[in-house]
């Protein structure tokens, strides 16, 4: 059973382009703040503050080892969300499945309401 | 390309429990303000509020053709979360694979740090 405030936790963390683009950075390897702010054009107190967010969310882990703090991507909440999600692919390839008919009978029957043979 | 904005409403719109709860009830067929308010204990005007932040993130159409304005899930935007989330499946299925390696290792020398043999 998946967690309902836990999964709103992560899709509010997953709201924001910032913390995104935070993740794909951290799916190549740990980085420490001031790593992770160099891209963005953002300050640093910032960045910490989206960090925060995203660690508050189980997406990313600090180390207490290092006096530098490296943040790592945890990728189990973003299973979660995968999983939450799947769940609707029935429907959207029902969907596709319906466009699919109806270009096929298209191709067979182009323009059946002009031509009625 | 999936646009950033629009990504970025999809998951804030899908931060709410409820807002998930409407989803999972209209997968099941179109579904007027009063038949999706029925199972919630929330008033109308909450419900339509709801709506019309699924409605703004692409998430639910409403139909004009009756006065009752039925709404029909959208499962674009959700097809479009399941992807940018799949993206990172390499990422949980190594962490996976590392716990597998792990588990194998302690089956085939259980307690290698208590016996040196």
């Given at each position: 059973m998946i967690d309902e405030d836990r999964l709103s936790e992560t899709f509010a963390a997953l709201a924001s382009s910032t913390r995104r683009a935070i993740l794909a950075r951290l799916a190549r390897g740990e980085a420490n703040v001031n790593e992770l702010a160099g891209?963005?054009?953002?300050t640093l107190p910032t960045i910490s503050k989206h960090i925060k967010v995203l660690e508050r969310a189980g997406l990313i882990t600090r180390s207490q080892?290092?006096?530098?703090r490296p943040c790592a991507l945890d990728p189990a909440p973003l299973e979660e969300i995968s999983a939450w999600a799947e769940q609707y692919r029935p429907v959207w390839e029902a969907r596709f499945d319906r466009m699919s008919d109806y270009l096929t009978r298209l191709r067979s029957h182009p323009r059946t309401d002009d031509h009625d043979d």
């Open positions: 891209p963005f054009d953002v080892r290092a006096q530098y």
